[in-house]
């Protein structure tokens, strides 16, 4: 079974067109049928922008962050019987995308892999990624001592 490719977007012109250059090349070394973008200002500029291989493209206009990306690109898979995907994402999105990615599409049987697009991350990203990494952290482990 095919993959198909998942590209959270990002508010950075920058960024957005690496991420959509990195699915363009996944989505052809995979043999992806599909393709979702999905960010309520990215999606559509990240189709529009779309040079790759002739597949489905799909947008998904209403997600704001990280977990309403996976949470609203997932029915769109189920409905296709899609159990593959891969996530298409900013090394310094990374760690906030794959477990947040891994609990919502593993809870519904879609295995998920990721690839990085090539940007060089700010000092800022970088910090405000160990922070997301800790309060998740820190998230996971209350809900586990919860009674």
């Known amino acids: 079974m ?7 977007g990002s508010t950075v012109t920058r960024v957005r067109e690496r991420l959509v250059r990195e699915a363009e090349r996944t989505a052809l070394a995979a043999g992806a049928h599909v393709v979702v973008f999905s960010g309520a200002s990215e999606a559509g ?6 040079r790759g291989p002739d597949v ?4 998904e206009e209403s997600a704001t ?3 309403e990306n996976a949470a609203n690109t997932l ?3 189920l409905e296709r ?3 593959q995907a891969i996530v298409i994402c900013a090394p310094a999105h990374f760690i906030r995308a794959r477990w947040i990615f891994r609990r919502i599409y593993g809870a ?8 990085l697009a090539r940007i060089a991350p700010t000092p800022g990203a970088i910090a405000w990624e160990l922070g997301a990494s800790i309060v998740a952290r820190r998230q996971v482990r209350a809900h ?4």
Not at 108 to 115: D, Y
Not at 144 to 147: A, F, L
């Open 2 to 8: 095919t993959p198909a490719i998942v590209v959270p």
């Open 45 to 50: 500029p990240m189709r529009d922008s779309w």
């Open 56 to 59: 489905e493209l799909e947008i």
């Open 65 to 67: 962050t990280t977990a």
């Open 75 to 77: 029915p769109l898979l």
């Open 81 to 83: 019987d899609i159990r």
């Open 108 to 115: 519904h049987g879609v295995a998920v892999r990721f690839r």
């Open 144 to 147: 586990r001592d919860e009674p």
